[in-house]
């Protein structure tokens, strides 16, 4: 199903991989890693400071259909397996690396993998720099200050907040009416600027405000995503499941996170909606694990917008499987899709009204020896040119109220609008129906 894969002329040659350490006195690595992209069509995945950012080009791959995972997971393979490779650091994200992000669904989006030209890394406190090319390792590119936008417009996007409502309604009368337990409606809006919009600046941006989350761009998608699908080091493998969430009505009205993780304690709801997900990356990863930890009850994840419901699923490989398997094998987890999942895929076909494209796909990295990091592409927006199209979802069950579900989405965007210096406007499109 879909087209085959698309790859530059680059790839067709052996790839000439070094990765050297970097002294603490370097520019690069001393300032925070989301400042020292060049202009350009960045890469990035930060965490609480550490990470990788790629810029330039030496091969790409473009894929679609069901047996994405698998193509790009063949394609990887073959092109590292001639690599000619001087690595002095050895950490998990040197040597050769690809980016990727992938279409949430089987049909017409394309997923992607960018192997970039230039790769500056840094972990526990080491820093690094890839070159992939036969030329020497080039100094650190000067990075101009990205420029914030100014007089960004929202405008609806599949539905209006009615609509949306509407199709959540919809939703509930399917669950209680028996044919799912539990569907994940997303909700997009629109941006439009009177320029075009440095990707730079939302990546800082996010960055510097969730450093909790996992922040990252690849292709015009970017986005600070606090869902962990898969962490492979070696034989070790987690994922970060998150799914029930309480927010504040307006960004700094004081209710502190205890309060808030009171509110989804006390939620059936949202212990019923989080008990879904988590077991859902359980019962994917069990299979591939010689052994499996799934703490009994959830943690709380405060985020500046929204505190969530968290279970870390942690295990041991009995396999060599790569991380980009694992997250194909996890994908789409009921966080992002529903369960059962085929009906709920379905069911989101129905009412949501659009093409997901890569929102709630599988983002992240992976290096040659298949160690890596791939998150879901959520709070995330895709950027082109002086548009953006932004996303959020809820979890959706019996007890949901619609109502409240375009509250949740609207606290959801609040991160991405607050880069586009859109803020404190609950109202029209954004916020909730009285």
Not at 105 to 121: E, I, K, Q, W
Not at 335 to 348: D, F, Q, S
Request: aromatic letters at 6%; one cysteine or more.
């Amino acid at each position: 199903m879909g087209a085959g894969p698309v790859s530059t002329a680059a790839a067709s040659e052996p790839l000439v991989v070094r990765t050297v350490r970097l002294d603490e006195g370097t520019p690069g690595p001393a300032a925070a890693l989301a400042d020292a992209l060049p202009n350009g069509a960045p890469l990035a995945w930060i965490h609480s400071g550490d990470g990788l950012i790629g810029w330039g080009e030496a091969a790409r791959l473009t894929v679609r259909g069901h047996d994405r995972f698998r193509r790009a997971v063949s394609w990887w393979r073959s092109l590292v397996a001639g690599a000619v490779v001087e690595d002095e650091v050895g950490l998990p994200g040197c040597g050769p690396v690809v980016f990727g992000s992938f279409a949430f669904a089987d049909g017409p989006t394309s997923s992607v993998l960018v192997v970039p030209r230039m790769l500056l890394g840094r972990r526990d406190g080491c820093s690094w720099l890839t070159t992939v090319g036969s030329t020497p390792v080039e100094p650190m590119p000067a990075a101009a200050a990205p420029q914030p936008p100014s007089g960004v417009r929202i405008s609806d996007g599949a539905l209006s907040a009615l609509g949306w409502r509407d199709a959540v309604g919809a939703a509930i009368r399917r669950i209680r009416a028996g044919d799912l337990a539990k569907v994940v409606l997303a909700r997009d809006l629109l941006a439009h600027a009177p320029a075009p919009i440095d990707v730079r600046h939302v990546l800082r941006e996010l960055a510097a405000g969730y450093p909790e989350c996992f922040t990252f761009t690849v292709d015009g998608l970017v986005g600070a995503t606090p869902e962990l699908l898969i962490r492979r080091f070696g034989e070790s493998v987690c994922s970060r499941v998150l799914a029930g969430t309480a927010w504040r009505e307006r960004p700094g009205d004081g209710e502190a996170d205890a309060e808030l993780a009171a509110r989804l304690w006390d939620s059936s709801k949202d212990r019923e909606e989080h008990a879904y997900a988590a077991l859902s990356a359980a019962a994917a990863l069990e299979p591939y694990c010689s052994d499996l930890t799934v703490p009994q009850a959830p943690a709380v994840l405060a985020l500046p917008n929204v505190v969530h419901l968290a279970t870390e699923v942690t295990g041991t490989l009995r396999g060599a499987e790569c991380a980009l398997t694992l997250a194909g094998r996890l994908h789409p987890t009921a966080a992002v899709c529903g369960t059962p999942t085929p009906v709920a895929a379905r069911v989101i076909a129905d009412l949501e009204g659009m093409d997901r494209g890569r929102y709630a796909g599988p983002v992240g990295w992976m290096d040659a020896a298949g160690d890596g990091e791939w998150g879901i592409a959520l709070r995330c927006a895709r950027v082109e040119g002086d548009r953006l199209r932004l996303f959020a979802g809820c979890g959706i069950v019996a007890d949901s109220d619609p109502d409240t579900e375009l509250a949740e989405a609207d606290a959801k965007f609040r991160a991405i609008l607050q880069t586009l210096g859109v803020v404190d406007e609950p109202c029209l499109p954004v916020g909730r129906v009285s």
